[in-house]
């Protein structure tokens, strides 16, 4: 079965940093493209990062390109997303996300990790 | 940025037909993708590059893709069909961006 399990998420002031973490089993880690996906309280969902099967590529949206990190861990099996300069508008729900094979969608995804930026 | 309009809302009876659009400049060059939120989940995918279904999903779900509108429609909609609806682009020059949500209402 696959799962995929954030953790991380906390209370953070503006300015501050937040690494979260994505646990993966029951697939190939090593095989996919990941993803990072949030969504801030009573909005809709924003895609954020991803990055290749490697490591060797990532791309990010325009609103945290210099701010946020994505990383991979293929040996631990485990997604990173390294958050410096937290804004509050960064308050969100953060979901790790599986990109299916041959780009077709996010097939699996967390339940989701809560970051609050506030002071 | 690649922007995807959603309609806010949709209302529909049981059994009905709901049809949720997803507008962008030549939308129908891309690969879309649609999934399924309900309140307090992680979203669900329902319907991959444009029309596939995942397994799992009820045929009744089905989607389509031309010129400046992907479609995904709903027949035979049932009270479970209540939930946020989301399109989603793969894009190489923007990422991969979702629209705005349609929130689906069952009268």
């Known amino acids: 079965e696959v799962q995929l399990v954030e953790s991380g998420g906390g209370l953070v002031q503006p300015g501050g940093s937040l690494r979260l973490s994505c646990a993966a089993s029951?697939?190939?880690?090593?095989?996919?493209?990941m993803n990072w996906v949030r969504q801030a309280p009573g909005k809709g969902l924003e895609w954020v990062a991803n990055i290749k099967q490697d490591g060797s590529e990532h791309f990010y949206v325009d609103s945290v390109k210099g701010r946020f990190t994505i990383s991979r861990d293929n040996a631990k099996t485990s997604l990173y997303l390294q958050m410096n300069s937290l804004r509050v508008e960064d308050t969100a729900v953060y979901y790790c996300?599986?990109?299916?094979?041959?780009?077709?969608?996010?097939?699996?995804w967390g339940q989701g990790t809560l970051v609050t930026v506030s002071s | 940025s690649y922007v995807l309009t959603q309609p806010p809302s949709v209302s529909v009876a049981p059994g009905k037909t709901a049809t949720i659009t997803c507008g962008a400049n030549?939308?129908?060059?891309?690969?879309v993708h649609w999934y399924q939120q309900k309140p307090g989940q992680a979203p669900v995918l329902v319907i991959y590059l444009d029309s596939d279904r995942p397994s799992g999903i009820p045929e009744r779900f089905s989607g389509s893709n031309s010129g400046n509108t992907a479609t995904l429609t709903v027949s035979r909609v049932e009270a479970g069909d209540e939930a946020d609806y989301y399109c989603q682009v793969w894009d190489s020059s923007s990422g991969h961006p979702f629209g705005s949500g349609t929130k689906v209402t069952v009268l």
């Open positions: 996300a599986r990109d299916g094979a041959a780009a077709m969608g996010l097939d699996f």
């Open positions: 030549d939308i129908g060059s891309k690969s």
């Open positions: 029951g697939f190939t880690f090593s095989n996919y493209w």
